[in-house]
């Protein structure tokens, strides 16, 4: 593996970096985000270096994720890491030695590769707005802040090992290279069970707006965890506060009360959910179809996927399509032959621990993990061509922006 990837780093002088520091926002995702696959919100003003997936362009036949359309949400532009002289500086009063790791090093360890989603804290945000009337502040992701990709890294205890994690550790600090310094504390305990020091994403060197040179995969847990352009791992013997864990990714609102010491509750784990392969308000033709989407559930495998087409009055079962892989996803399709008009949409998913997704969320004010009932506004209309006329937008009342009338 560390040769095959040693042979495609990403070497840019340091002059060059230096320059890009000053990349216009706007600039700050380095890939390619045509309109079809993509819905660049770093054009509806909230200033994010965010691009959201379009489910409509999803291909039923790819279980995982291309890397080129995989959704990309930083705080700040994407940096521009020579890897040549990277190191991973392994610190804090939780291990007996300071530790500077090189990507050689890095790569020299034992690597393991796991299939796993990544996915925002916010995704789906929008369904606040539709249970509660107003959407929160934040990127208006609808569901494509999701992806499942194939994940090849060194276990954190691997990387941690060398620097002697003292019995008093209680928490990774992880710190990423980007002008925001994201930084987010994770339990000693996780890090040590299946965190994973990311080096590539489906078969290849991360690409820059993912990480590279290397990256945290926290499985089952907020993307926000899974620290990109990683430079520093603090092993801390002490809880840890910082932006990310205490102001923005916590639960906050009349029903998430403070935990003792007064901190908000952090986000952690991801919650189950459902999307269809379509985007939100598409406009598809009349007639016999198969309806696909998938599934996923942050630990488990999903057992039972229910759609309705009558918006809760009646429920069928969807047929699963494998591979069906715990915190990944799972293909599923079921009959539809509608006629012309306006039909609500809903799917519910069941994972093996017996969990389901609720009706509907209660609120929290950053809108995180909404992991209700997916719902949708689907036009069907007559002839095989989809719509051609423009109609006013119904996305307008919720913030959602309407789709392509692509399937
Ligand atoms: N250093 C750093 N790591 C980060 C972020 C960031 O802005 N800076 N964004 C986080 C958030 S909020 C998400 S959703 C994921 C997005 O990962 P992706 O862009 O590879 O899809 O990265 C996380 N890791
Ligand atoms: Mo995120």
């Known amino acids: 593996m560390s040769g095959n990837l040693g042979g495609e780093m990403h070497v840019v002088p340091k002059a060059r970096r230096r320059a890009e520091k000053s990349v216009r926002p706007r600039d700050g995702i380095l890939k390619p985000l045509p309109n079809e696959w993509f819905q660049d919100h770093r054009l509806d003003g909230s200033g994010e270096q965010t691009a959201e997936m379009r489910w409509g362009s999803v291909d039923a036949d790819e279980y995982l994720t291309p890397t080129e359309r995989f959704f990309v949400r930083s705080h700040s532009g994407t940096p521009l890491v020579n890897a040549n002289d990277w190191v991973l500086k392994i610190e804090g009063a939780g291990v007996e030695r300071v530790v500077d790791l090189t990507y050689e090093d890095l790569l020299a360890l034992p690597s393991v590769t796991v299939v796993k989603a990544l996915e925002c804290a916010g995704n789906g945000r929008v369904s606040f707005g539709r249970a509660h009337g107003t959407i929160p502040p934040g990127t208006p992701w609808s569901l494509g802040a999701i992806g499942v990709a194939e994940w090849t890294g060194v276990p954190l205890s691997e990387v941690l090992a060398p620097a002697g994690v003292r019995p008093e550790a209680i928490e990774v600090l992880a710190e990423g290279m980007d002008e925001a310094r994201v930084r987010r504390p994770i339990p000693i305990a996780k890090a040590l069970k299946d965190t994973l020091v990311v080096v590539a994403m489906n078969g ?204």
């Open 204 to 407: 290849r060197p991360l690409p820059a707006d993912h990480g590279f040179p290397a990256r945290l995969l926290v499985p089952g847990w907020a993307a926000i965890a899974s620290i990109k352009w990683l430079g520093r791992l603090e092993v801390t013997d002490r809880p840890v506060s910082t932006p990310w864990n205490t102001e923005t990714y916590a639960l906050k609102g009349p029903d998430y009360p403070p935990a003792a010491g007064g901190r908000p509750q952090a986000v952690e784990g991801q919650v189950m959910k459902s999307a269809l392969e379509l985007d939100a308000f598409a406009t598809i033709p009349a007639g016999s179809r198969q309806v696909t989407g998938r599934s996923w559930s942050p630990t488990s495998i999903i057992s039972r996927v229910e759609v309705s087409f009558d918006d809760g009055a009646s429920w069928r079962h969807a047929t699963l399509r494998p591979p069906n892989l715990p915190g990944a996803w799972v293909r599923w399709h079921v009959p539809w032959d509608p006629r012309p008009g306006e039909y609500r949409l809903r799917v519910r998913a069941t994972d093996l621990t017996g969990r389901s997704q609720p009706d509907e969320v209660p609120w929290n004010d950053h809108g995180y993990l909404y992991g209700g009932v997916a719902s949708y506004t689907l036009r069907v209309v007559a002839g095989a061509g989809g719509a051609t006329d423009e109609q006013p937008d119904p996305a307008s009342d919720v913030g959602l922006t309407r789709s392509e009338g692509r399937e």
